[in-house]
C-alpha cells in the first residue's frame, strides 16, 4: 500500500499537468488577422522610339562555344568631373539577339547615353571599345543611329 505522501505527491503532480495541459490547448477562437500592404512592383524602364543598329564581325572568335549571343544598351552615366559608368542588368535593359551575321537592332530605346555590350549574358559580356576606350552613344529621340560593323578584340 502506498504511504500517504507518495499519494499525494503522485495526487500533486497528475492535478498539476491537468491544469497545465488545458491551459495549452488551443482556444476555438477566430484566427487574428492583419491588412498587409502588398509589396510594390518594380517599374518597367520606360520604352522609347529610337534604335541602335550594328554588327559584330567576329562574335565566334570570342565566344566559341555559345550559340546564343545578345546585344545590350547599357545606360551610360556621366560623372560631373568626367568620365562615368554603365549599369546592365539583363533582367530589364534592352538587348536583341544577334542574327547569324552578328547583326542587330536594340529597339524601344528612349533618348540618352548608351554603351553597347555584346554577350551570352550580362556578365560575360563586353562593352564595344574603339582604342580600348568604351563607346558612349548619345540617342536622340526616335532616332536610328548605325554603329556599323564592330570587330571586338579577344
Not at 487574428?32 to 517599374?43: G, I, K, L
Request: one cysteine or more.
Amino acid at each position: 500500500m502506498l504511504n500517504s505522501r507518495r499519494f499525494y505527491f503522485f495526487l500533486i503532480l497528475a492535478l498539476t499537468s491537468v491544469v497545465a495541459l488545458s491551459a495549452c490547448q488551443a482556444r476555438n477562437e477566430a484566427p487574428v488577422t492583419a491588412e498587409v500592404e502588398p509589396v510594390a512592383e518594380q517599374p518597367a524602364l520606360p520604352q522609347g522610339d529610337s534604335v541602335l543598329l550594328g554588327r559584330v564581325t567576329n562574335p565566334a572568335e570570342i565566344w566559341p562555344n555559345d550559340s546564343t549571343l545578345y546585344a545590350y544598351a547599357a545606360p551610360f552615366f556621366p560623372a560631373p568631373e568626367g568620365g562615368g559608368m554603365f549599369i546592365l542588368e539583363q533582367a530589364i535593359h534592352n538587348r536583341i539577339e544577334l542574327d547569324a551575321d552578328g547583326a542587330f537592332a536594340i529597339q524601344g530605346l528612349v533618348a540618352g547615353e548608351y554603351v553597347v555590350v555584346v554577350g551570352p549574358d550580362s556578365e560575360r559580356g563586353r562593352d564595344l571599345r574603339i582604342d580600348g576606350e568604351t563607346v558612349i552613344i548619345d540617342l536622340g529621340e526616335k532616332e536610328q543611329f548605325d554603329i556599323g560593323a564592330v570587330t571586338i578584340t579577344p
